[in-house]
């Protein structure tokens, strides 16, 4: 059996219960291909980068899945006919990693990714340089 990623993006006015309830019709048609749901996450909504469906914003959901081909094409089937799911995408892997994805909540990674973030964002924005770190000689040589 092959290891998949599957992410698919809701409508963003589903309550909390009609998103459990998608979810467990997911799980519900994985197993009954033969597929194993291996880890859950949910991303929350989000804004999407265009209109899709004529909507701004969407429930993401993350899936890690065991199972065959048809699995995926089955589920592929099914997720294109439910109204509440906006769009979706299933991709292969090679393994699983057991660390959170990078796009999950804070809550799932724990208080290690929340560090790891917090470093990234301002290494991203220009916040904190290695080599400024710590040192106190921050003089600036005047090139005439």
Known sequence: MAFYESIYILR???TTEQV???NKRFSDNVA???GKVVRTELWGRRQLAYLVKKNVKGFYVFHILEGEG???HDLEAKLGIDEDVLKFQHVRIEDVS???SPLAPCEEKGEEGKAEDA????TTFGMADDDDLGDDDDTVEAGI
Do not use: I, W, Y
């Open 70 to 72: 048809s699995m995926v």
């Open 98 to 100: 057991d660390k959170a």
């Open 32 to 34: 009954a291909t033969g």
């Open 119 to 122: 470093a990234d964002e301002l």
């Open 12 to 14: 963003a006015d589903l």
């Open 20 to 22: 459990e309830l998608v």
